[in-house]
């Protein structure tokens, strides 16, 4: 479904009439180039510009003859062309079209990533202050640890997003590199200047050195980027399933009146969106393992990367671009229980508060061993017998003898939880 959260442009630009199209205007733009130094005639690339069409159909019938796709469109667009095709591709290797006209499928792709990143982040932002004290109990091990907020929870999926978007710009520039350099990279037939014009009239900056290829390490870095993206959304996916599960029932995917959720149980509501993006991130994670195995080629180039690169790259922009859509909508609509998270803070009368009970008694000059043996056979005591724990500490003379009434009611105080919160939220999201 289409919708504010979803768009089809992510698809486009991986469409095979597409990429004929960025090779076409790698061609074109070297052209240009070579009349700007004087090496072919300017009216020459007027007319190039104009002609350099092709037709999908009629590149996959040459190239069920000639077995190569490159030649196939370049011999399509001589066919449109006509005497002036003599111009094109001089001094160029298919690589050089190849793996510039790729830089500039994934920089078009880049802008749709990233604009979802800030996307998601604004969610992400909104969401945290909106429960900056929604009190709940933080989990270790699954185990009630302390307390805690939802908007805490919430505050650090967004500084994992900007560490996210900061290394995932830091992989698009790499990536955004152009390449015309020959057969080995050398320069034996094309001067250099032709490749320093025609990047920069395609946004992109030359490769310092290549072979035949841009060296694949690039590519790597950009996928491994897409994969840590993908992995962060899972970690958020797993943790909104953990919280909708019935017994914890904290947080749920927001249900629509006409939804259905299981076809035997009409009481199920299940968090499928984050089931979803749960599997979904094992594929992204699969492509970066496919791009780091294509750094090593041989020599100054092996073809064994092309094919690999058909499908990774598609599939992971494709997917990044749809788990993020699919996250932000997630939680823009949240359905967030604070009821809930405050009877689940209660479940273990007390026990969240043993870290301040065992503080106290050190203060008041128990020795720490000592003082953790008390706290620790009361709280086990209290586990076993669902006992509150502020009640058998007041009876055991131990702690008495150390603590008054009043300074032993005071450590089960949620204020010394949430103290900090505002200085946390500071050092997220700066003094705004």
Known sequence: MIDRYTRPEMGRIWTLENRY?????????????????????????ARIREGATFDVARVA??????????????????ENVGDDARYIHQGLTSSDVLDTGLALQVKD???????????????LARRAFEHK???????????????????????LWYAEMARNLKRFRAARHQMEVGMLSGAVGTFAHCDPRVEELTC?????????????????????????????????????????????????????ESFGKAQKGSSAMPHKKNPISAENLTGLSRLVRANAGAALENVPLWHERDISHSSVERVIFPDSTILVDYMLARLTRVLDNLVVHADRMRENLE?????????????????????????????QRNAMQSWEAHTPLADLLAADTDVTGALTAEDLAACFDL?????????????VFGEA
């Open 347 to 375: 479940l273990t009368h007390g026990l969240i508060h043993s870290q301040q009970v065992l503080l106290a008694l050190t203060h008041a000059g128990v020795a720490r061993e000592e003082a953790y043996r008390w706290v």
């Open 61 to 78: 019938e040459l190239e069920a003859e000639l077995h190569h796709d490159v030649i196939a469109l370049l011999t399509n667009v001589a």
């Open 109 to 123: 792709a880049s802008d749709l990533i990233e604009a979802y990143l800030d996307a998601l982040m604004a969610v």
């Open 133 to 155: 004290e929604t009190v709940g109990v933080g989990r270790s091990h699954g185990i009630h640890a302390e307390p805690t907020t939802f908007g805490l929870k919430v505050a």
């Open 21 to 45: 199209a960025k090779w076409v205007e790698v061609e074109v733009a070297a052209c240009d180039a070579q009349a700007e130094l004087g090496n072919i005639p300017k009216e020459a690339v």
């Open 415 to 427: 204020a010394p939880h949430l103290a900090q919160v505002d200085t946390i939220f500071k050092r």
């Open 200 to 252: 920069a009239r395609l946004g992109l900056a030359p490769a310092p050195i290549s072979t035949q290829v841009i060296q694949r390490d690039r590519h790597a870095h950009y996928l491994s980027s897409l994969a840590l993206i993908a992995a962060s959304i899972e970690r958020i996916a797993v943790e909104l399933r953990h919280l909708q599960r019935t017994e914890v029932l904290e947080v749920e």
